[in-house]
């Protein structure tokens, strides 16, 4: 199957862990030219050498904080250099916790890190996507999107909005050669479970290990999976072989979620 990714352009956000950073490294095994997007710029400087080809790659230091300042670098560097065949949108999740004991900052600072971050890049990058008539924007949210889960309230909240938002979105622009999906990843080994898994075993009075033995046997597969297999989906929606998916979620996560 030829992914046809040769020396297009990628956006990947949150790359200098975890998923974001599996992606970028897939993306460039592809022939991607991948620009790295962060706010810690030493961490940037670290996976950009463990890029192929890093000569062919660079990155972006930018706060998801502050999405009007995100907007204003990522179009600085369109004008500068090239335009985006591909936005991969990955943020950090929101703290653990019960919806009711949630604060309203922390619905606002949710909502501005996913989706007004998301919008502005959109928005940064969807002119060059028309007029190469070729796109790929790609949300990394959560099977919560499908089944909220217990003790991730803000996060069930935000991200069935940016599931909605991708949907709407993915209408607009299914007729300029762009499309737009979500991938939901389960239970995935990265830094952000291992915060979940210590917060739930002190919660429940038990173990890491423990819990760790429990939240695997949740998910049919018996395990975690690792962030490169979360981003060999997202390197196929990105590729010519998916152009006619627009507009789904898919869900990587072993089988855990039980909705269709």
């Known amino acids: 199957m030829n992914l046809n990714l040769k020396n297009k352009n990628a956006l990947v956000c949150g790359s200098t862990q975890g998923i974001g950073k599996a992606t970028a490294i897939a993306l460039a095994n592809e022939g991607v030219n991948v620009t790295l997007v962060a706010r810690n710029r030493d961490k940037l400087k670290q996976v950009l050498a463990e890029l192929p080809n890093s000569e062919n790659h660079s990155f972006i230091v930018a706060d998801f904080s502050n999405p009007r300042e995100l907007q204003e670098q990522v179009i600085k560097y369109i004008d500068k250099d090239h335009g985006f065949h591909i936005l991969i949108n990955n943020t950090g999740g929101p703290r653990s916790g019960e919806i009711l004991s949630a604060s309203l900052d922390e619905f606002d600072n949710a909502f501005t890190m996913h989706l007004k971050c998301n919008h502005v890049l959109a928005q940064a990058v969807i002119p060059f996507m028309k007029e190469e008539g070729f796109g790929r924007i790609i949300n990394v949210i959560s099977t919560s999107v499908k089944e909220p889960i217990p003790g991730l309230g803000v996060s069930n909240t935000i991200r069935g909005a940016v599931g909605n938002w991708s949907k709407t979105l993915s209408i607009e622009l299914g007729a ?48 975690f999976a690792q962030p490169e297999e979360t981003a060999n989906v997202i390197t196929f929606l990105a590729s010519d072989c998916a152009s006619y998916v627009n507009g789904i979620n898919v869900p990587v996560d072993g089988g855990r979620t039980k909705s269709l």
């Open 176 to 223: 300029f050669g762009i499309t737009v999906n979500n991938v939901l990843p389960g239970f995935t080994d990265t830094e952000r479970l291992t915060e979940i898994i210590k917060i739930k075993a002190n919660a429940e009075n038990t173990t890491v290990e423990e819990m760790t033995e429990i939240m695997k046997n949740y998910c049919p597969a018996k395990r």
